[in-house]
């Protein structure tokens, strides 16, 4: 079994892609459900003042790492420094400032004991097309007014075979949890995609995945809207250097400035933690 990587105590899978594909089989294949969570550096920043989300995304089947947050971090953290403080603590500085480099300009070199990032948009993709190939259900919840009709409709469109068992928009509310799960076992889900976004989503699905007919349930934030064609992903250069949210704080600074601050926070805890930890 893959060791599991902690950082700032939430667990992460550092599994490949190719190696995705394989566990995703496998847990269809199970008769227990399984959650996925795909970890950014905001789901980790959110997880340290709130612990029953923390306890959600370690107690999920599979944890994937999204965001190039989690690779400088996974590489800061697996480095070695000189034990006296003053010492330690500048040259992880300069350190964490050249992974940050290394980010933007050679991706690559980041790999580490996390060997790449898997996205919830990849993720979700992987699930829709072992779908299509399985003659699978798959139920779409959550997103903002009819994006997941439209989404759906994209998907259907894109995948011949594929079967949408159902989509709702509703909300994450406790009270309309029980209408929901009744949409989703009347179609018989095999797959739930929840776009509540985080900790919502993920909590809501600690709480009724076992309750529904779907094997696998998975939080995706805004994937739905970007399979909807509601948000445009970034050009492929900011895709593959893992700025997609540089891009799109570019795009809306405003809606977008609060929620990055969170990566540099994350970034900061990380160098903390760096900082603090004894020499084994």
């Known amino acids: 079994m893959t060791k599991k ?3 700032l105590g939430v667990k992460i899978d ?5 190696e995705i594909d394989r566990r995703l089989h496998e847990l269809l294949s199970k008769k227990s459900k399984s959650q996925i969570v795909t970890v950014n550096p905001e789901f980790v920043v959110l997880a340290q003042n709130n612990e029953e989300f923390k306890h959600a995304l370690n107690q999920a089947s599979l944890r994937t790492a ?6 400088v971090a ?4 697996d480095k070695a420094f000189s034990s006296l403080p003053i010492i330690k603590e500048l040259s992880a500085l300069i350190y964490l400032k050249w992974l940050l480099f290394l980010a933007i300009f050679h991706q690559k070199s980041l790999n580490n004991s996390i060997p790449e990032r898997i996205t919830g948009v990849a ?3 992987k699930l829709i097309e072992l779908a299509n190939s399985l003659g699978l259900k798959v139920f779409l919840l ?4 009819s994006v997941a009709e439209k989404a759906a409709l994209v998907l259907q469109t894109e995948f011949f075979d594929l079967k949408i068992a159902g989509t709702y928009g509703g909300s994450p509310a406790i009270d309309e949890e029980e209408k929901i799960i009744g949409l989703i076992n009347k179609h018989k889900a095999d797959i739930l995609l929840v776009a509540y976004g985080a900790p919502k989503q993920d909590l809501w699905l600690q709480r009724n995945l076992r309750k529904t007919t779907a094997k696998i349930g998975i939080g995706i934030g805004g994937t739905l809207d970007f399979i909807a064609g509601d948000i445009k992903r970034a050009p492929k250069f900011f895709q593959n250097h893992g700025l997609e949210w540089f891009y799109r704080l570019i795009l809306e600074p405003r ?3 609060r929620r990055q601050l969170s990566l540099f926070r994350f970034l900061w805890l990380v160098f903390l933690e760096k900082c603090h930890q004894k020499k084994r």
């Open 255 to 257: 809606k977008r400035f």
């Open 74 to 77: 996974g590489k800061f953290l």
């Open 142 to 145: 959550g997103g903002g007014p």
């Open 14 to 18: 550092p599994l490949t892609d190719s």
């Open 5 to 7: 990587i902690k950082i």
């Open 66 to 71: 999204d965001g190039i947050g989690i690779l």
């Open 123 to 125: 993720i979700s993709y």
